[in-house]
Each structure stands twice: as C-alpha cells, then as structure tokens.
C-alpha cells in the first residue's frame, strides 16, 4: 500500500503555508499591511485543511484496521468525490478488504471440509490446549467431533473439566502426557466395558501447547480377532491330538481282536504296542510343547548391552551358521545402547529366528542373514534379515498362531512364544516377507 500518497498530500500543504509564511514576512518588512492580509488567510486556510485532512484521513485508517481487525468485509471507502491521491489511497484499502475477504471464504470452505471429515471419521478426535489440562476451568476445548462423544458417552462439553469429572482415568492418562505417546485404556464406562486405543500427538499452535488426541474403541476388534485366534487354535489341536489318537485307536482294535481270537504273534503284538506307544510319545511331546506354549515365564529384566546380547547369540548360532556357509552380519550403530530387558528370553527370540532363517536359506546359493539395529517410531528394534526363499503372502497372517509350521518337522512353537515374549517386555514381534527378502522385526 502506497502510504507516499499520504506524506504527498500533507507535504504540499506544508509548502503552501511555508510559502504563505515567507509572503507575510515579506509583506511586513515593506511594509504592505492590507496586501498582507491575503497570505495570513492562505496559512489559515492551509493549517485547516491539514487539520481536516488529517482527521478525515486518520477516521478513515482507523476504520479500515478496524474491518481488518475484525473480519468485517461490508466496509466500503468511497472514492468518486476525493482528490487523486487519496482515491488511490482508498482504492487499495477496498482492494485489501476484498482480498482478505476471499481469503477468509477459503478458510472458512476448508475448514468446512476438514470439519465434515473429521466428523464422519469413526475416530474420536479431541483437540485442547495445555492450558486446560492444567486444571483451567475457563479454558475451552478447542475441537471435539461426534465419534469422540460416541466412544466416551458425553455430550459435547464445551470445557474439558467436565469430561474430567466424568471419566478421570482418561483425562489423567492425558495430563500426565508430556511427548507424543500411543496409549491404551480399559475402562468401564457407563457400565461398558471398553478398550480405548490413544494416540496422543502433542504440538505447538501460536506459542502454547495443544494435545491432539485421537482414539477408537477396539474391544469389538479385539474380541473377534481373540475368537479367530481361538478357531485357528482348535483347529490346529484337533487336527495334530486326532493325526495321534486315529492309529492308537486303529492298534488298539487290530491288538484286541488279535487277543480275543488269540490270533497273534509275540512280534506283531509287541509291533503294534510300540506303535501305540510312539504315538502316545508324540501326543505326550505335543502336550508339552502346548505347556512350553503358555507357561511362559516372568521376564526378570534388568540393563543389558545390546552390543553384548548380539554377541552372545551369534557365539551361540555361529556353528550352525558356518555349517551352511552363511555370510552373517551384525549391523548396530549403537553400541552403547543398554535396554531394561530379561537377556535369556530375548535371546532365544533371536535365537528362533535366526534359525528359521537358516531354514529358509537352505536353498539359496549365497545365502545370508543380518542383524539390523535401528532407532524408529521412537523405539529400538532388531531385525533379523535374510535373502531366503521367503513366506507366501497367505501364511503371513498364521506364521504367529500356535503349531502352524510350513516346515515338515517344525514344531509350530517358535514364533509364537517368541511373540508372547516380546509381549512381556511391551513390545511387538512383526515380518514383512517377499522372495530374498525377509524381515522379522523385534521392537522393544
């Protein structure tokens, strides 16, 4: 905006009262009393229409900071009856006012959008600055959409004490948030019993602290994934205890029959007995690898070197490794890292998948396994990588559930213990798999 319209408009002013000044001087040193009079009106004349202008310009400017301070867009400077300049000068304070009000449309249309958005969103989203955790009455809640009223059973409270009065489990999980953390809570609210997942995203919005929280229920989720696991378990039992128990049942018959008649040999009685027994073996050995399965126990932890519990396993699987001519690689950029873990049980988790990797590599003619330790999501994580034959995109999602193996001989044990005992130590155990290309991912 041009405000030298404005210094030109007063400095001529100021030039033509100078110049009237400098005529009266000269008017009283010759002594022209009457022809005086006429430049004395002309600095009169001057100063009040600098006066005028002045005041007129200065109503004006304090009208247009006002429309602008307060996003009033029907304020209109009519120019048709002032001078050029000041046209000019009122021309541009519409043009501003136009132009900040297609901004505004803009916003207002995208924040419309988002608003619509977020509330068709099966999240609960809720949005407060610091303030209001802080036990400020008076300090609104910023944004709180349908779904997180839904999900909390509360009506749109306006201040976040009021949700704090009716579900203090959640708000105080929140308060006592000081970095961007997920969360999970179980909670019983009005009489329902839900899991709430949250993810808690803390950012600075004009110089204060805002809480993005987002959240859903997934007790729902969770309970049909629990009677999936539970189907596939059954299956699994069923199909390994009846593989047993069909040719005991069959023996057993076939030895009675032979009894009864007293149609048999000491050699095929003792056959059949020895199958029976192999097979009572096997189901007692399955038995056991279920009871191996759910007794998992107590981690005891405590600070470990990473560097050191590397070490350790690859001591342990160099033999093997070597066995199949393996190139091995421990890849930690963080030797001095100490993780607050029990070292015997996540050193059998590496441990069972390493030796899946072997298995897998069996095939390929250079074959290799790595190592990886990396620092992502916030949390530390070891990978366990190999360049095997990899795992079919539809075993992906039943490598983890109990006696599942596509092994002939595997037991079906490993990866799911493993995952119960990254369970224990709040962690995850997770894969990606494509051909030459496998990655177990522990994060602890």
Request: glycine share 2%.
């Amino acid at each position: 905006m041009e405000f030298k319209i404005i210094k030109n408009t007063i400095a001529l002013n100021i030039i033509l009262i100078i110049i009237g000044i400098a005529a009266t001087i000269l008017c009283l040193h010759n002594g022209f009393w009457l022809t005086m009079a006429l430049p004395t009106i002309c600095i009169i004349l001057g100063l009040l229409n600098i006066t005028k202008y002045y005041n007129s310009l200065k109503k004006d400017i304090n009208k247009f900071l006002f429309a602008l301070e307060n996003n009033d867009y029907s304020v209109f400077f009519n120019s048709d009856k002032k001078s050029s300049n000041t046209a000019k000068l009122y021309s541009q304070f519409n043009n501003q006012i136009e132009q900040n009000r297609k901004h505004s449309k803009q916003a207002e249309s995208q924040f419309l959008l988002f608003s619509t958005i977020l509330e068709n969103h099966n999240q609960g989203i809720i949005v407060v600055k610091e303030s209001a955790l802080e036990n400020n009455c008076h300090s609104e809640i910023t944004y709180i959409n349908d779904a997180a009223c839904r999900i909390l059973s509360i009506p749109k409270h306006k201040y976040w004490s009021r949700i704090e009065k009716i579900i203090p489990q959640f708000t105080t999980i929140i308060a006592a948030t000081t970095i961007s953390d997920k969360k999970l809570i179980r909670s019983s609210i009005n009489g329902v019993e839900k899991e709430i997942s949250l993810d808690i995203n803390i950012t600075t919005i004009n110089k204060e602290k805002t809480y993005i929280i987002s959240f859903q229920d997934i007790r729902d989720e969770i309970e049909q994934k629990e009677i999936e696991a539970w189907h596939n378990l059954i299956r699994i039992l069923t199909h390994e205890i009846m593989n047993s128990l069909t040719p005991i049942n069959v023996l057993s018959e076939a030895a009675t029959e032979m009894i009864n008649n007293k149609d048999y040999s000491n050699e095929d009685l003792t056959t059949a007995m020895n199958t029976i027994k192999r097979r009572t073996d096997g189901l007692m050995s399955f038995v056991n690898d279920y009871r191996t399965l759910t007794d998992i126990p107590i981690a005891e932890k405590k600070n470990i070197k990473v560097d050191t519990l590397l070490k350790n396993v690859s001591m342990i699987m160099s033999p093997l490794i070597k066995k199949n001519n393996i190139k091995f690689e421990i890849i930690n950029n963080y030797r001095n890292l100490v993780l607050n873990i029990d070292d015997a049980l996540i050193e059998q988790v590496l441990i069972n998948l390493i030796t899946n990797s072997i298995h897998a590599t069996q095939t390929i003619k250079n074959p290799e396994i790595t190592i990886i330790v990396e620092w992502e999501n916030d949390k530390y994580s070891i990978k366990v990588k190999d360049n095997g034959v990899g795992i079919e995109t539809k075993n992906l999602n039943k490598i983890f559930v109990p006696f599942f193996s596509t092994r002939e001989n595997g037991s079906g044990i490993g990866l799911s213990l493993s995952r119960n005992i990254m369970r224990t130590h709040q962690g995850t155990l997770r894969v990606t798999s494509e051909p030459g290309n496998t990655v177990f991912t522990a994060t602890l």
